[in-house]
């Protein structure tokens, strides 16, 4: 059995490793009249009670591979349903959802969501999720649910996976997503790929494939969990379609309540928005500028362009790096995913990086004075010329109409 491992024989009682736990992993417990370390659910086995400990007396036990007939006990595919401040489910989650039905039908199993929320969150989000491809919604209403606490989300949906024993469970890898997942991992000691671009099943042993840019973005790593479950991915929003809402869909629905012993050691004092512009994941349209704008100068244009579209601006991580833009613009690996109806891409090269953010675009019109621009290769409609002319001619025509 993994976990972490007290010997009675050894443990003294003197609270060091009580102290030197950052997350309440470990407590002090009476038997008779002697005091030992035991730990808690909250344990993330970061090992720091371990070094605190005088005595030797703490270990961490790590499970070796599982069975072949233990593996085959975990069914389903999970969706982690994450809600925004207002209490409605991220599009990430009806994006998940989508990919997901088509590898749990593959797999001939259930998918379920699970949706973790406040007591005020809208009525709607349950129904949302079974007409998105969910056959099961499980459902938790908290008050320790309405702020995004990581650990307690993390033990709640730990609880469940333990209960459960679901085969895959995918997260959004968005800021809480990114914070999510690491938590549930370790406690489930299994492993977890994040910022997946493509998942599929093994046709052969069933696994899932967790494919992600690796080394820079110069290649395509595919990564598996063979021997631990739950197999666990994160997501970027924008990676994957969301599918058309099917309102003939009925599910189950399961109410499950939090422990009630599972406290939050996070309190909330103040939420302030990162920045008060919309972002460029969730831009139904958008203008992405690249090195070939020639300088900061032009940034207006490009924006009398997005605004005449009624597009949000993104452009290329160059611009970032040279102050241009801020990184919340930034298209690409390490910025945003990006999946719009219409995307024009202005002066971009087209490098390997910034295609990582816009496979999900539904059209793409690129304007570029190199023909072989690997942009092109992306791109539905291809202008081949000096952006800024090009740009100009169109704002002109936007705007006498
Ligand atoms: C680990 C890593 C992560 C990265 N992450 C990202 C990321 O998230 N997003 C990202 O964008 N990049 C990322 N990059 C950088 C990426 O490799 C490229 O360097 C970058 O995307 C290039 O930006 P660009 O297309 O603006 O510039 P360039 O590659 O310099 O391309 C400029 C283009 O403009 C064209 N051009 C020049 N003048 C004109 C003109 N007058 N009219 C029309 N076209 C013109 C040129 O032909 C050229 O194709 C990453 C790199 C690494 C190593």
Not at 179 to 205: F, I, K, M, N, S
Not at 284 to 300: M, Q, Y
Not at 331 to 357: D, K, N, R
């Amino acid at each position: 059995m993994s976990g972490l491992v007290v010997d009675r024989e050894l443990c003294i009682g003197c609270g060091r490793c009580v102290r030197a736990c950052a997350s309440g992993g470990i407590e002090l417990v009476w038997e008779g009249p002697r005091k030992f370390a035991q730990a808690t659910d909250a344990c993330v086995f970061c090992g720091s009670c371990v070094d605190a400990c005088p005595v030797d007396a703490i270990e961490i036990a790590k499970d070796g591979p599982a069975s072949a007939g233990d593996l085959a006990s975990y069914r389903d595919f999970w969706v982690f349903a994450q809600v925004d401040a207002a209490g409605h489910v991220l599009p990430v989650a009806f994006e998940l959802l989508g990919r997901a039905r088509t590898l749990a039908d593959a797999r001939g199993c259930r998918l379920v969501a699970l949706l973790g929320e406040g007591p005020a969150a809208p009525a709607d989000n349950v129904d949302a999720l079974i007409r998105a491809g969910a056959d099961e919604v499980i459902v938790c209403r908290d008050e320790r649910l309405s702020s995004l606490d990581a650990e307690v989300f993390a033990q709640w949906i730990c609880s469940l996976a333990r209960e459960r024993k679901p085969e895959v469970i995918l997260y959004g890898a968005t800021a809480f997503g990114r914070e999510l997942a690491p938590g549930v991992a370790v406690r489930l000691q299994t492993g977890l790929t994040a910022d997946c671009t493509v998942l599929e099943l093994d046709p052969a042993t069933g696994l899932l494939q967790q494919t992600r840019p690796a080394f820079g973005g110069n290649l395509m790593a595919t990564i598996v969990c063979p021997a631990h479950r739950p197999q666990m991915a994160t997501v970027r929003p924008g990676v994957f379609a969301a599918p058309a809402p099917d309102s003939e869909r009925i599910g189950a629905v399961s109410e499950v309540a939090l422990d009630a012993a599972l406290t939050s050691r996070v309190r909330v004092l103040e939420v302030e928005p990162a920045h008060d512009a919309a972002s460029v994941a969730d831009a139904e349209r958008l203008v992405v500028v690249g090195r070939g704008i020639g300088s900061k100068k032009s940034l207006p244009l490009m924006r009398k362009l997005a605004d005449l579209l009624g597009a949000e601006l993104g452009c290329t991580r160059p611009l970032v790096e040279a102050g241009w833009l801020e990184y919340r613009h930034q298209v690409g690996q390490t910025g945003a995913s990006v999946a719009p109806e219409l995307l024009i891409s202005v002066g971009v090269s087209g490098a390997i990086q910034h295609l990582a953010g816009i496979g999900g675009a539904k059209t793409v019109i690129a304007i570029n004075d190199d023909p072989e621009a690997p942009i092109f290769g992306a791109a539905q409609y291809k202008v081949v010329g000096d952006c800024i002319e090009v740009v100009q001619a169109l704002v002109e025509r936007l705007e006498a109409k």
